[in-house]
């Protein structure tokens, strides 16, 4: 009991609810900042109709400078390109099947013939 009367004379209550009434209502006034840079920050940052006014502004100035020979380039020569590419690789894959189909045949034949001895 003694202990715990020099730590209350230590302490001063009435002082450290004040303190912490104070730092009660500096975190709240922190937290609101906090929430309203974050709300500000997420608006600055919201690219998507940036980035669409940016291509229809871009669209525009290509038109106004190449004229009508900005219209005739071809949009997507690259999706021809990837599309060739992934036809070509099918045949390949037929062929290693097909080629992976007789030795597994061969091995079936070989498997059969030892069977066979070992049933004689």
Same mark, same amino acid.
């Given at each position: 009991?003694?202990?715990?009367?020099?730590?209350? @004379?230590?302490?001063?209550?009435? !002082?450290?609810?004040?303190?912490?009434? &104070?730092?009660?209502?500096?975190?709240?006034?922190? @937290?609101?900042? &906090?929430?309203?840079?974050?709300?500000?920050?997420?608006? =600055? #940052?919201?690219?998507?109709?940036? !980035?669409?006014?940016? !291509? &229809? $502004?871009?669209? %525009?100035?290509?038109?106004?400078?190449? @004229?009508?020979?900005?219209?005739?380039?071809?949009?997507?020569? +690259?999706?021809?390109?990837?599309?060739? =590419?992934?036809?070509? %690789?099918?045949?390949?894959? +037929? $062929?290693?099947?097909?080629? @992976?189909?007789?030795?597994?045949? !061969?091995?079936?034949?070989?498997? +059969? =013939?030892? #069977?066979?001895?070992? +049933?004689?």
């Amino acid at each position: 009991t003694e202990v715990m009367k020099i730590v209350n @004379g230590l302490m001063k209550a009435p !002082e450290l609810a004040t303190t912490m009434q &104070e730092f009660s209502k500096e975190m709240t006034k922190a @937290g609101v900042m &906090e929430e309203m840079m974050n709300d500000a920050v997420d608006s =600055a #940052l919201d690219s998507e109709d940036m !980035e669409e006014e940016i !291509e &229809e $502004e871009v669209d %525009k100035v290509l038109a106004s400078v190449a @004229g009508e020979t900005a219209s005739q380039l071809p949009d997507a020569a +690259r999706t021809q390109k990837v599309k060739q =590419a992934s036809t070509s %690789k099918v045949p390949e894959e +037929r $062929e290693a099947v097909a080629e @992976g189909g007789d030795d597994d045949e !061969e091995d079936m034949e070989e498997i +059969r =013939a030892r #069977l066979a001895k070992v +049933r004689s």
